[in-house]
């Protein structure tokens, strides 16, 4: 994994000068062009991202009519909030968390995961190892990312078809007084592929009272 | 294929390596693959089934070796290369030995507009209308022992095993032909679950199952439903095949809806 993180001091690596010569030739070519692709990436790295999905399942935990249209078609319950399907987002479905089953997310044969909810996977649920246990050792895997998810049945999508699925986890005890955004706060990008819990209402209240100091 | 990215149920590949506060890309060179093969889709140069392709076709020790923006390198450079969009000594250079093609003219020209312009239907791969399906959420269906040379979204370790439709998710494009230029071969697309002990062994006995979408041509109807006798005596005879009438009655009895 290491090599994959040490690009900061190490010199410019092969892959960095085939890249540089292709999008010169590519230029020329004319099929793409150097501003647009800029703006793609700026919208990736700053637009879409695991926040638009927190909304959506906020908005789904404090209004019972957007969690019915949410479960009957989700990519368009999920533009009503203004996150276009785009690539990778066309095709959505929420599986819901309840007090007998715990939902998670993997993509055994390639990468696939929910973008226009939660923007681009992050590098370990892309890794071999992630994709080679989830299916098999779900519980095994939880247990190492410090879920415990007790006696619940566990659902493992793996996301082989063009359907992107999205979890919506319990909301938490004690949220009940919280609005609408503070309940976004509470959602973690990890608890919408399943692999991890909401924040706790008092988990919040502390990072709040920190961020305050 | 029977190809390494076909993951599922492998060993050896250690814990998930987390990294905390992890930046979207890691390299200016992975922020320009990734528009670019993003870019190159939307203009319907390639699909994503010949995208998938043309990563898993990587030799097994260097899709094993490399990171994830270099497996997308990759499948850049030889969709490029294949669609006739570059030659090879292009990709060395770094530049176009002859002027670009007009508009509308060329291989790159996938009939979508502007290069500015990402066009989304390109990545709509669901057809709005639909045929009547083969199964309905409760079936009891196997799915088939297929080992194919060719691209496939079935992995290996649901082959052969036993399962129950949940949902009908619609009508797809067959990966297995859209992968290789050889149509798109519309055909509904099923969410089933198997149960952690079909597919990996009887001492598997926590509560878990796999939800794994299944293309209409991965899938057979099973020919009995041990699970829905209390008390199997013997086992041999009740892994007897039944009518198919009796089997599509009691598949009906069967629990019905979309549940979640």
Redesign the interface.
Same mark, same amino acid.
């Given at each position: 994994m290491s090599e994959e993180h040490d690009h900061h001091n190490a010199p410019p690596s092969e892959p960095a000068q085939r890249v540089k010569a292709l999008e010169q030739l590519l230029v020329e070519k004319g099929l793409v062009n150097s501003q647009a692709l800029d703006e793609l990436i700026d919208t990736y790295e700053r637009r879409i991202g695991p926040r638009n999905g927190a909304r959506v399942i906020a908005r789904a935990w404090t209004d019972p009519e957007y969690r019915k249209r949410l479960f009957e078609n989700a990519a368009k319950a999920i533009e009503e909030l203004g996150f276009p399907p785009g690539p990778q987002g066309e095709h959505m479905m929420v599986v819901e968390n309840t007090p007998r089953t715990h939902n998670m997310v993997v993509c055994t044969l390639c990468s696939c995961y929910p973008w226009s909810v939660l923007g681009l996977p992050p590098v370990w649920y892309k890794s071999t190892a992630y994709r080679a246990r989830a299916v098999s050792d779900p519980r095994g895997l939880l247990s190492e990312f410090g879920v415990d998810v007790g006696g619940k049945e566990i659902r493992v999508w793996d996301s082989s078809s063009e359907m992107r699925y999205l979890v919506m986890p319990e909301r938490p005890a004690g949220s009940e007084s919280l609005s609408e955004d503070e309940l976004a706060e509470l959602v973690t990008r990890d608890s919408m592929i399943g692999t991890g819990l909401p924040k706790s209402a008092a988990r919040r209240a502390r990072e709040t009272n920190r961020a305050a100091k | 294929m029977n190809g390494v990215?076909?993951?599922?149920?492998?060993?050896g590949?250690?814990?998930?390596?987390? %990294?905390p506060n %992890?930046p979207?890309?890691? &390299? %200016?060179?992975e922020?320009?693959?990734?528009?670019?093969a993003?870019?190159?889709?939307?203009?319907r140069?390639w699909n994503?089934d010949e995208f998938?392709r043309a990563?898993e076709c990587m030799p097994p020790a260097r899709y094993?070796a490399a990171?994830?923006? %270099?497996k997308w390198?990759h499948a850049?450079?030889s969709l490029?290369l294949e669609k006739g969009?570059?030659t090879p000594e292009?990709?060395? &250079?770094?530049?176009?030995a002859a002027p670009?093609?007009a508009?509308g003219t060329?291989p790159?020209d996938g009939g979508g507009g502007d290069?500015?312009s990402?066009d @989304?239907s390109a990545?709509?791969?669901?057809f709005d209308k639909s045929f009547k399906p083969r199964f309905k959420p409760g079936d009891r269906v196997v799915a088939r022992n297929l080992n194919p040379k060719h691209h496939t979204?079935?992995?290996r370790?649901a082959r052969g095993k036993r399962g129950v439709i949940r949902?009908d998710?619609?009508v797809?494009i067959f990966p297995d032909t859209h992968a290789h230029g050889q149509g798109a071969k519309p055909q509904h697309?099923y969410?089933v679950?198997f149960e952690?002990k079909e597919?990996?062994g009887a001492d598997h006995k926590?509560?878990? @199952?796999?939800?794994?979408?299944?293309?209409d041509n991965y899938l057979e109807r099973a020919a009995v439903m041990p699970a829905a006798r209390p008390a199997i005596k013997s086992a041999g005879r009740a892994r007897m095949a039944k009518p198919a009438a009796k089997v599509r009655a009691a598949a009906g009895r069967a629990k019905k809806g979309r549940k979640?």
């Open positions: - | 990215h076909d993951l599922g149920g492998m060993h590949f250690g814990p998930v390596i987390r %990294e %992890e979207v890309f890691h &390299s %200016e060179w922020q320009r693959v990734f528009a670019m993003l870019t190159a889709m939307g203009r140069v994503v998938r990563i094993l990171t994830y923006y %270099e390198l850049l450079e490029l969009a570059v292009e990709l060395l &250079s770094g530049h176009a670009a093609p508009k060329g790159l290069v500015e990402f @989304s990545v709509k791969l669901r979204r079935l992995p370790y949902y998710q619609g797809f697309v969410t679950a952690a597919l990996w926590e509560r878990a @199952s796999v939800y794994l979408d299944c293309w979640r």
